[in-house]
DNA sequence: GTCACGCCCTAACCTATGTGTATCTTGGCC
DNA sequence: GGCCAAGATACACATAGGTTAGGGCGTGAC
């Protein structure tokens, strides 16, 4: 019933999970113009030594930030979700130092900086909102230090399916203790720091203990008390509001 | 000659290796109230969970933000060197996630957030530009999520050698090839997540190979091309600006 | 002066994890 | 119907890097 919702949408219940909002903030977001376009599944959309004169917002689908070493390998260092502006940094750096690429179809909007510049400056408080949340990118970015330094591969995993789960809950994403896990194994991999046969054995073992099941494309926790203390998660570097956390 | 320099001239100096300062503005941050400390070494100046009333700025020695594992193990993110502000982000986020501590004995300059907001509010250009530092700090996660993922030992010491040279480099703090380095293999380990042995091991090869010569808390780059092939080190995630990176 | 401790270095051992290859299933899509 | 990507499983093998243990040396404390 009703229209459908403004691409915004997204982006509005992204920075009320991370901040307070206002009605007229609320209103000056819808009113945000932007560029719609559907990109297809592994694309890129920014690339490593590009200076972009726009961001990017997810509006639907799964994209994530990459760079790939001179040896060929590749390092994911994070995925993003509908309502994430992944590379509002280039609003402050001219050159990407890493590519920021679709896994699944998705539909991006493009707001070029300039547009994004004036509406930061018209409304401070929300400016304030997408610095923070480039600190919480920066969060998650120390957590994944930890995790891949310090964490053996079955933790590692069980750190990456919760972070991702309360991501999207706080996003209206999950449904229950499922969620849609579009991510490829090799893709995993990448993100974590293994190989894809060891992510294949690490998930194969969460399974067997009865943590999660994982369906096609989906994942539903079965014992999220167990899969926390498994990845020793703890949420607080997402610095989620509380409603957002508990969703 | 003259009167020692202010406290806030490291910040002067690191801020203009990232982007131009006015004389206006240098003024400004001259003007700029903070309480100055001296802290011991190996001591924390904020630690995780805390919620903190003021930012801290480097004014002298050597800092690191960290944090510990349940089961013991630490994690060190970054090292700060004079003119960082290694908390910035608590102006933005309230909950601290990490531990700040000291490597060495420092001279810290407190700054309270309100300052800081007021400062950044009369000032908005240097607000700006205390965005991208957050930035490019995420750009420095990121580029270790790599190090540490994807490098073996030897790779990763190298690449951190690196980072710290071109740094240090860029505060005016290295002498030529040679730069002060107090920072015990054990938190070179931490840093890196590897094993102290390890940590030992790689640097003996290192020296082996004639990349470099480490003294008493100091180390001396011997071939600066081979050090930075060995770590594939390319500094375009430090986002400085030319003339810092030339340095 | 000497004692102790932190830091550095070394060596032997061992395990977690990656590599390579192979086979097999399944489901989606042309 | 058939192809292809993703996943599952299962070996054999290689090895980077962790663990443990012990020794030496410089330096600051007393």
Known sequence: MGSPPPPSQSLIVKLESIAPVSDEERQAIVALPMTVRDIREDHDIVRDQDRPSQCCLVIEGLACRYKVLPGGKRQIFSF????????????????????????????????PHETARQFIRAHP???????????IDAGVFREWITNIARRDSYQRVAHLLCELYVRLRAAGLANGRTYAMPITQAELADATGMSTVHVNRSLQKLRGDGLIRSGKRSVTIEDWDGLQAAGEF?????????????A
């Not at 408080?125 to 600190?135: K, S, V």
């Not at 703890?234 to 508990?246: C, E, M, S, V």
């Open 80 to 111: 993003h979700i509908p309502g994430d502006i992944p590379d509002l940094q280039s609003l402050h750096l001219d050159v990407m130092d890493h590519n920021l690429g679709t896994l699944v179809p998705c539909r991006i909007g493009f707001i």
């Open 234 to 246: 703890d949420p607080t570097y997402l610095h989620l509001r509380p409603q957002a956390l508990a």
């Open 125 to 135: 408080r929300i400016g304030d909102i997408f610095w923070r949340d480039t600190l």
